[in-house]
């Protein structure tokens, strides 16, 4: 059974960083594109950036590229969202997802961007 | 970016109702057109790839179709199951981006 599970959401400081991750089982993950999406509270959703298998290509939507970096470690299953200068504007559920085609989700890790 | 005009932004409909959800490329995006459900508190789940194929577990009354740079996805008889937000999204050009949502409610 595939399963994504997001972690390191919770409540955060503007201007402030933070790392999320997601752990990814019941697949060969080193044989998948991963990717991030967000979903503001009772907005849509919003694509975020997507990486390669072997890291070498890594897209971003534009208007993030300069605050999000994804990385992943297939020796650990795990893809990561660091999130950098957070605005109240990414308080959001991040979801990540795998391959191009977003087949199969995890349940999601609320970020809450708050003073 | 490729803007996807969804519509409507919210539908009610009746149980064995055939409902239409339609997606509108502003550009060609090929068969690049994904459909998601969103069920209220899940995350969303893969219905249609490649514009026309079924997902894995995916019922045989959802089906995708396209017509030059519009998009729709069809349920042929609704059941209370398919309550919630329908998303497409294009891949064909980076970024990929979502339609709107279609919010869909049982009358």
């Known amino acids: 059974e595939v399963k994504l599970v997001e972690s390191g959401g919770g409540l955060v400081q503007p201007g402030r960083s933070l790392k999320l991750s997601c752990a990814a089982s019941?697949?060969?993950?080193?044989?998948?594109?991963m990717g991030w999406v967000r979903q503001a509270p009772g907005k849509g959703l919003e694509w975020i950036g997507e990486?390669?298998?072997?890291?070498?290509?890594?897209n971003y939507t534009p208007s993030l590229k300069d605050k999000f970096t994804i990385s992943r470690d297939n020796a650990q299953n795990t893809l990561y969202l660091q999130m950098s200068k957070l605005g109240s504007e990414d308080t959001a559920i991040y979801y990540c997802?795998?391959?191009?085609?977003?087949?199969?989700w995890g349940q999601g890790t609320l970020v809450t961007v708050s003073s | 970016d490729i803007q996807m005009t969804q519509s409507p932004a919210s539908l009610s409909a009746s149980l064995e109702e055939i409902v239409t959800i339609t997606c509108q490329a502003s550009?060609?995006?090929?068969?690049?057109l994904s459909w998601y459900q969103q069920k209220p508190g899940k995350s969303p789940q893969l219905l249609i790839y490649?514009?026309?194929s079924l997902a894995d577990g995916v019922p045989s009354r959802f089906s995708g179709s396209r017509s030059g740079t519009q998009y729709s996805l069809k349920i042929s008889r609704l059941q209370v199951e398919d309550i919630g937000i329908y998303y497409c999204?294009?891949?064909?050009?980076?970024?990929?981006?979502f339609g709107g949502g279609t919010k869909l409610e049982l009358k």
């Open positions: 019941g697949f060969s993950f080193n044989d998948y594109w």
């Open positions: 490649g514009a026309t």
């Open positions: 999204l294009q891949a064909y050009s980076a970024p990929p981006t």
């Open positions: 550009q060609d995006i090929g068969n690049w």
């Open positions: 990486i390669n298998q072997d890291s070498s290509t890594i």
């Open positions: 997802a795998r391959g191009r085609s977003l087949a199969y």
